[in-house]
């Protein structure tokens, strides 16, 4: 996901996780799991989509009873804290763009990467459906659009890993963009400033990415002509990592995370009900699992409760499902 601070209202919240971090593990019986391996210990950086996958897995791992704690830490915490065994995995590893707060982290062994669970996502620049078809559809395309764009490109917040990337295309004139400015702004700014381009059919040009509300909520496209920026068509996955020693400590809980997988559709679906319909993380997440079970069956092969009983019927019964046939 593009880097991004925490939500307003939130901060309270990282007061509340420090001491969150620093609990006891809870005891448990000898089985599936060692009692250290309770409470599993999910980061949640704020991002939406980290917000409806995290929930997705706590969710499970509630069922499970491992009782999941999902405390809310900016990106780099996540790492330190991974190293310093006070967060057990994180959900929302998206690459190449998240490469770089990652790589001190792999290179020591404190993180690994344990799984894809999202493929074919995209973040690069877009534009409206109206600017594709009226001939803006490859980056250089743009600098002919420019008296039409204003010379601008719409970013994110200041220290983004994407506007990055356009502020040093700028900065070499790559593609002729030499005389266009990056105008940051919050996540909300960008799409509000989308929105009334859309609404007054001005052309624009922005940062975009999937999965995110966005997709669903605009006609737009991503342009080609950027790998050398944003990669092979902008196209990234997301990774599933854990700290060092997880997979040996804790297997029963490390082959469950390593065997979510997701897909565009079901986040884009998550991340529109948390973010329009306002509602819950986790109230999200609990739907989305009941109206879903064959999208997550496959995750609990070889996967038990805690104390050793049968994954599948726990997770129904804690999603109030009837039992399988």
Known sequence: ????????????????????????????????????????????????????????AATLFDALGYAPQTPL??????????????????????????????????????????AVNLSGAHYTLAVPEFVWQAGLRDYRDIAKWGPRLGYMIFGLEAGNDGNALVLDMIRKDQFHLGRFRLVESSEQGMLSQVDRSIQSHRPIVFLAWEPHPMNLRFALHYLTGGDDVFGPDGKTTVNTVIRRGYRTDCPNAARLLAQIRFTIPDENGMMLAIQQDHTPPLQVARQWLRDHPDAWRAWLDGVTTRDGAPALAAVRAHLSLPPAN
């Open 1 to 56: 996901m593009p880097k991004r601070t925490a939500r307003p209202g939130r901060i309270a919240c990282l007061f509340a996780a420090a001491s969150l971090l620093a609990a006891p593990a809870v005891a448990a019986s000898p089985a599936g799991d060692p009692a250290a391996c309770v409470p599993i210990r999910l980061s949640n950086v704020g991002w939406t989509d980290a917000e409806a996958v995290t929930s997705v």
């Open 73 to 114: 830490l900016p990106l780099v915490m996540t790492y330190m804290a991974m190293r310093d065994r006070r967060v057990d995995a994180f959900l929302s590893n998206w690459q190449p763009m998240g490469s770089t707060p990652i790589a001190p982290f792999l290179a020591d062994g404190s993180v690994e990467r344990l």
